[in-house]
């Protein structure tokens, strides 16, 4: 044999052997072949990211496959929100789970979307060191508190805590990060306090090393953070399926909403099959106490986005007043609102 | 036209000046015709380098870059040459220290993010390091390369002029090497203006990196995202013609005849 032909041949080789591979191991066939259904029976992908203000994708997906008549959307994993904003702008996804201001912000940009239904309301925590010098919130000023986004309900809960407290804008210096980065960054001691949805004040406070400064609750009653948003072309062409999600997500969320052994199922689930974390941070996040998250009502209210957009100017990350109607549509959320829990159990699945 | 034949001067700029205005106008033409709301045209880029001035931060963000990278590259080269140099002088070091160096070497300096940052926190000193660590190899490894490279005979006639070992790496190898050493560190900056932006992606608040990651974060603004890239590329250009001037210093030159 030449020499070409083993270069040649080992090449080939090479290419056919590690595709092969990555097709067994890596690709996601029910995703590509979504893509080749009529359109009628495409199912919309929903993007999500592993933080329980985000819960009711997961719980929908997952009871709606066991016990139902099979999954109603394709759920896909993401890390932080300039992804999602990425993927949702460039319609590689059709809905996506985000936080509210980001939702306004890039309404106001011009991207197609509306807000269709919220996510959660509380769930959201500002967390310091437990050993650290920080008593009060007061005591933040000067140091370097870590945000999800500049759009987010995180960041205008620490605006709302220091108008309480007396602090001007620039006495907090605000560092935007993936949430999943936090906790490993507060531990290090990278940065002194974080303002973040749960699980990640739990998995802070679970690690003995992260103390609750205080609750959303505390500064902004009716807090809400991650909402739905659906693009307008599938507004427009599918109203349905839009209709379709609102209701499987408000399911969710009065299930979820019905007691610990539901959230203890859903802790168990969702962290083995969609959030690869530990179920034992879930659980403390979802039952520590009970309140901690909530998932109903979770129709949009328009004074509640009303505040968060006056204060997103107020702050200077929103240069014009865009009325409600523009981002939102609350068709759904009332075509929703005679919904009932699912009927699932834990166990029904296995002994199916 | 061949590699040999010498080009005229206004070829020289009318040609490169005619490639990028076809590369822009290309830009323009399938921006358009794509009808893409999300990716930006040459026209708003522009406008976007134009905010990005009015907004003041821009000279600062290119000054922390450089000096980054100056400083880092700096140490880099100071700790960079004398090592490769010791290291080509004495192989018998060089065998020893080579196996963990090799290791070391293909590690891409963005894998030392988490490193860096337990090491030296969220800031200024875990960027240095990590474009350290991107450049300080190439230098070190030029350097070995161009000792061992030297002839034999320019070390024996060195020693019959009675040269002590010091004076002997000082005067004849070095100068011998330089050449080689040009082309590393040619090389290394290269890579340290690589690495400067990635490390300002996560390590720090400030630079050009940083400067991509918050058009990111401001929502739909792939205006400002492509002018920091081109800011990148066109900084990056001026770094290497800088550097290629050394190039032509009288005692290097020989090298590259």
Partial sequence: MSLKKKILISSVGWVVLISGLHAYMNVNWPAILNDYRPLAQRKITVAYIPVTCQLTCPVTDYISKVSEGGEIFMPRLFQGFPEIKEALISNRVQAAFIVAPLAIALAAQGVPI?????????????????????????????????????????????????????????????????????????????????????????????GGYGRILFQARDYWPDY?????????????????????????????GLWLDKGKTNREDAADFVGRFYYRQKPALLRWALTKPMDRVVYSPLAPRKPDFDMVRDLMIETGVLNKKIPFEDYADTRFSDGAISQTAWKYEAGIASAK | MNSLAETSKWERIFWPILASALFIA??????????????????????????????????????????????????????????????????????VVNPVMQILRPISPIAWIPVAIIFFGVGDHAAIFLIFMGAFFPIVVACINGTGNVPSTFRRAGRNFGLS????????????????????????????????????????????????IDSRNSGKRYDLVVAAMILIGVLGLILDLCFRRLEKIKSVRWGFQ
């Fill in chain 1, 224 to 252: 809400m953070s991650c909402i739905l948003v659906v693009r307008q072309d599938l507004i427009d062409k599918r109203p349905e399926v839009v209709q379709e999600l609102v209701d499987g997500i408000a399911r969710s």
């Fill in chain 2, 165 to 212: 070992p010091t004076q002997l790496l000082a005067r004849v190898i070095f100068p011998a090497a330089l050449p080689q050493i040009i082309v590393g560190l040619r090389l290394a900056l290269g890579i340290a203006w690589l690495v400067v932006v990635a490390a300002e992606m996560v390590a720090v608040d400030s630079g050009l990196g940083y400067l991509i």
């Fill in chain 1, 114 to 206: 509306k807000v269709v239904y919220l996510g959660h309301r509380y769930g959201s925590a500002v967390v310091v060191r437990k050993d650290g010098p920080i008593k009060t919130f007061a005591d933040l000023r000067g140091r370097t508190v870590a945000i999800p986004s500049r759009f987010s309900d995180e960041r205008l809960l620490l605006f709302r805590a220091m108008k309480v407290w007396g602090l001007k804008p620039g006495d907090l210096k605000m560092v935007e990060m993936a949430p999943p980065d936090v906790s490993g960054a507060l531990a290090a001691g990278a940065i002194d306090g974080f303002s973040m949805g749960e699980p990640f004040p739990s998995q802070a406070e679970m």
């Fill in chain 2, 26 to 95: 290309t830009w323009h033409y399938c921006v358009a015709w794509s009808g893409t709301r999300v990716f930006p045209s040459p026209r708003q880029v522009e406008l976007g380098i134009g905010e990005l001035l009015h907004k003041n931060v821009l000279w600062m963000d290119i000054i922390d870059s450089l000096r980054r990278v100056a400083i880092a590259f700096g140490t880099a080269t100071i700790v960079g040459i004398p090592l490769g140099l010791a290291l080509g002088w004495y192989p018998e070091a060089n065998q």
